[in-house]
T-cell receptor, first 114, second 115 residues
Framework: KAGVTQTPRYLIKTRGQQVTLSCSPI?????VSWYQQTPGQGLQFLFE???????NKGNFPGRFSGRQFSNSRSEMNVSTLELGDSALYLC?????????????FGEGSRLTVL | GENVEQHPSTLSVQEGDSAVIKCTYS??????FPWYKQELGKGPQLIID?????GEKKDQRIAVTLNKTAKHFSLHITETQPEDSAVYFC??????????????FGKGTMLLVSP
């Protein structure tokens, strides 16, 4: 069974640009959540999608957005990039119970903003 | 919202020793407490979890304890091995206004096991 796949694995952008990250969950998993990981703040919750609907959103500015497609694949977008957006963005999928069961994480997309 | 504090931030032990990582949470409504292990270059992986109706859970060399009254929970690793070296995260799951829970993570503990 294939794990959670995130693309791209590494990317470099400059301030003001926008970026789109992609996540393919484990087959059969309908819940996808996104986290931002930085050395100082640990893992911070961005948002969670289930069956194309956003169920929860973390405390991030509106520049951070996401969506989920009918095949459960998800994308997140960050517009008007700032230096502080440099981080590892992790996607996790679950069978549907959300944050009350095991999350399966991908290896992340490492974003560097120059 | 929920706040999870994790200590220590780094922990160095000798192979064979025990390691203990402690976390506290703020929201009494939190009801699920997983622990994740993250190895270098990989995503976090669940190693053990505990629900609020249980006080202790063991899985081979790993155990987790939960004190709901004090709002703290701990991870215990016995007979540590070099392959236990990684960053460990605790987390607490609490219901949101949406009716669905979210996970709040601690900031992590880097465990280094020396041979």
């Amino acid at each position: 069974k294939a794990g959670v796949t995130q693309t791209p694995r590494y990317l470099i952008k400059t301030r003001g640009q926008q970026v789109t990250l992609s996540c393919s969950p484990i087959s059969g998993h309908r819940s996808v959540s996104w986290y931002q990981q930085t050395p100082g703040q640990g893992l911070q919750f961005l948002f969670e999608y289930f069956s194309e609907t956003q169920r929860n959103k973390g405390n991030f500015p509106g520049r951070f957005s996401g969506r989920q497609f009918s095949n459960s694949r998800s994308e997140m977008n960050v517009s008007t990039l700032e230096l502080g957006d440099s981080a590892l963005y992790l996607c996790a999928s679950s069978a549907g119970q959300g944050a009350t069961g095991e999350l399966f994480f991908g290896e992340g997309s490492r974003l560097t903003v120059l | 919202g929920e706040n999870v504090e994790q200590h220590p931030s780094t922990l160095s032990v000798q192979e064979g020793d025990s390691a203990v990582i402690k976390c506290t949470y703020s929201d009494s409504a939190s009801n699920y407490f997983p622990w994740y292990k993250q190895e270098l270059g990989k995503g976090p992986q669940l190693i053990i979890d505990i629900r609020s109706n249980v006080g202790e859970k063991k899985d081979q060399r790993i155990a987790v304890t939960l004190n709901k009254t004090a709002k703290h929970f701990s991870l215990h690793i016995t007979e540590t091995q070099p392959e236990d070296s990684a960053v460990y995260f605790c987390a607490a799951s609490n219901p949101r206004n949406s009716g669905y829970s979210t996970l709040t993570f601690g900031k992590g503990t880097m465990l280094l096991v020396s041979p």
